[in-house]
């Protein structure tokens, strides 16, 4: 398949750094209090990790070299949503009490094309994998339905790959913006992804071989979930069964996120209600 022979590390890691630079960039503010304390920390865990384990020279070299690749591949945003972010939405987290949430990952385009509430996701002709009725009901905390309820959903092709950051796929492939009716319901038809590798032949792929590790996350759908007066969700959503469910290289599965899906004439079909704490 064209895609998989021309999918790059750096071709994926420019565009995702590209995306990242140009819609996230945004200024926290932090004290300098606070900027001193979270580096300062940071800087010591290295520096007790070097003496704990006596690293060498020729490692502190392979370190360099390895960081200055991670940026020539473009593979920051991969590194630390791979590596970093699950801790991040922990704790982003801790006081909701909705639908639990998980990481955004690197590969959210906002403005999806705009669908219904019976939605079919944009798809190639031929489009390969098994079909997917995605549908749900979107509520408050209290349990009352949140009417036009925004459900913003992209995923992998049956090959792994997202549309904008693998080459050969069209723009908004498997990618909608979704809102719901006026009982905050919706239905999603789609094709179910597979399961997504790191590229192999980038500075985290070389981490992963290096390190002996895996590069696989399970099968995996990502949506944010919006609506008045709530707070807004990211999530993922799993599907049973997956080899990678319990060993997630990005560490982003939770036992409430894995569905359960039924099979139906030419596919599967699943439920899955959202709750949103309020603003
Ligand atoms: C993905 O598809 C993803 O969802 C995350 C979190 C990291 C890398 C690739
Ligand atoms: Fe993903």
Redesign the pocket.
């Known amino acids: 398949d064209s895609a998989t022979e021309v999918a790059t590390a750096a071709a994926s890691g420019a565009n995702a750094t590209e995306r990242f630079t140009s819609d996230k960039q945004a200024a926290a503010n932090t004290p300098p209090e606070r900027v001193s304390a979270l580096a300062r920390q940071v800087i010591s865990a290295v520096h007790d990790t070097i003496r704990e384990h006596k690293v060498t020279y020729d490692e502190y070299n392979a370190l360099k070299a390895w960081l200055i690749n991670v940026g020539q591949t473009g593979e920051w945003p991969l590194f630390l949503d791979v590596w970093v972010e699950h801790v991040v939405e922990e704790v982003a987290g801790e006081t909701r009490e909705g639908s639990k949430g998980t990481i955004e990952?690197p590969?959210y385009v906002p403005n999806a094309p705009e669908l219904g509430s019976a939605a079919i996701l944009p798809t190639r002709d031929g489009e390969q994998g098994t079909p997917l009725l995605f549908q749900g009901q979107v509520t408050s905390v209290d349990g009352s339905p949140l009417p036009h309820a925004v459900i913003e959903i992209w995923?992998?092709d049956s090959d792994g790959f997202?549309s904008q950051f693998a080459p050969g796929i069209p723009e908004w492939n498997l990618r909608g913006t979704v809102t719901a009716d006026d009982q905050g319901q919706f239905w999603i038809h789609t094709m179910k992804p597979a399961p997504?590798q790191i590229p192999t032949d980038g500075a985290c792929g070389n981490l992963i071989s290096a390190a002996g590790w895996h590069p696989w996350?399970p099968a995996?759908l990502?949506l944010k979930v919006a609506a008045a007066g709530h707070q807004q969700i990211t999530t993922?959503l799993y599907f049973p069964g997956d080899a990678h469910n319990d060993d997630d290289v990005a560490n982003a599965v939770k036992p409430e996120l894995i569905l359960d899906p039924r099979e139906v004439d030419g596919g599967q079909e699943v439920t899955y209600n959202f709750v949103l704490d309020k603003a």
Do not use: C, L
């Open positions: 990952g590969y995923h992998a997202y997504y996350r995996h990502h993922q």
